[in-house]
């Protein structure tokens, strides 16, 4: 079985400037997952999907980050505009229902200056 | 909220060296206890996991006991390899019927780095 895909792998913007990544997640899972891992800490949930709904945003910084999962499948996160703390990894996991054991993608690691 | 504490590290041994990497968590509901691991240059991977009170995980050597009565979920290896060097995260999810079903809360992380 095929992992979670994601791309790209490292990204380096100026603050100020917009970013997107995406993730693909393992075929049939229904629940996809987005976390921001800063250096040093521990990762922390940004959004929660079910399907192409969202379950849990609450720690999502809705003034500069949207994320998006049409027809249920693939995702995009994307930050606009980023700061300088936003430099992290964001990890992407899926699983096929909410209870479900997760599948952690690779991550992009964004690098803002 | 749920929360998940990890001792401070970074943790260094020598190679067959006894390892515990201590955890505690703060949890509403019921949780699972996970402990996942980082390689250098890799995506998190599920290291073991248990889901009630008193079970054991076990996986790779490594152990972790399911403690309700203390809320911990103690990582140990008997024997640590250069190889077993990595990030190690302890986490919990609530399960059905909890307010952040099928969250992951992680700890900070613990350094561990084996010399040969």
């Known amino acids: 079985e095929a992992g979670v895909a994601q791309s790209p792998r490292y990204k380096i913007i100026e603050k100020r400037q917009s970013v997107a990544f995406w993730c693909n997640p393992i075929s049939g899972h229904a629940t996809l997952y987005w976390y921001q891992q800063i250096l040093g800490q521990g990762p922390k949930l940004l959004i929660q999907f079910q399907n192409n709904g969202v379950v849990d945003d609450s720690q999502l910084p809705k003034d500069r980050f949207s994320a998006e999962r049409l027809k249920g499948v693939d995702s995009t996160l994307k930050i606009q505009p980023a700061k300088l703390e936003d430099s992290a990894v964001y990890l992407c996991?899926?699983?096929?229902?909410?209870?479900?054991?997760?599948?952690f993608g690779s991550g992009t690691r964004l690098t803002v200056v | 909220g749920d929360s998940v504490t990890q001792m401070e590290g970074p943790v260094t041994l020598s190679e067959e060296a006894f390892l515990t990497i201590n955890c505690t968590y703060t949890?509403?509901?019921?949780?699972?206890l996970f402990w996942y691991v980082q390689y250098p240059g890799e995506g998190l991977q599920l290291l073991l996991k248990a889901t009630k009170a008193d079970d054991k995980g076990s996986n790779k050597g490594f152990e972790a006991t399911y403690r309700k009565e203390t809320t911990s979920f103690h990582l140990e290896k008997g024997s640590v390899q250069v190889s077993d060097s990595a990030v190690y995260f302890c986490a919990l999810k609530e399960e059905a019927g909890g307010t952040s079903y099928g969250k992951l809360t992680f700890g900070q992380g613990t350094i561990l780095t084996v010399h040969p």
């Open positions: 996991a899926s699983s096929l229902y909410s209870a479900g054991g997760y599948t």
């Open positions: 949890a509403t509901g019921y949780p699972s």
